[in-house]
């Protein structure tokens, strides 16, 4: 289920991202069409979830794209 089907909002998904640990982490991956593109993926429970957290990292270290929020 996705993140809005699970009854998150934008200020939710916050919420969960601020609240990750480095526990949390799963593994790091390429991307499935770019080999050179590196994915991190955490596993963070929330609530009665376990959420599937997947980002990509940009241009700037610091920043980031969410690229998938769901039920694990």
Do not use: C
């Not at 526990?23 to 963070?44: E, I």
């Amino acid at each position: 289920m996705s993140a809005a089907e699970l009854g998150f909002d934008a200020d939710g998904i916050r919420e969960v991202i601020a609240s990750m640990e480095q526990s949390h982490f799963y593994k790091s991956m390429t991307s499935k069409y770019n080999h050179k593109v590196w994915q991190d993926v955490y596993h963070v429970p929330f609530g009665e979830y376990l959420l599937y957290i997947k980002f990509t990292a940009n241009d700037i270290v610091s920043d980031f794209w969410l690229l998938s929020f769901k039920e694990k």
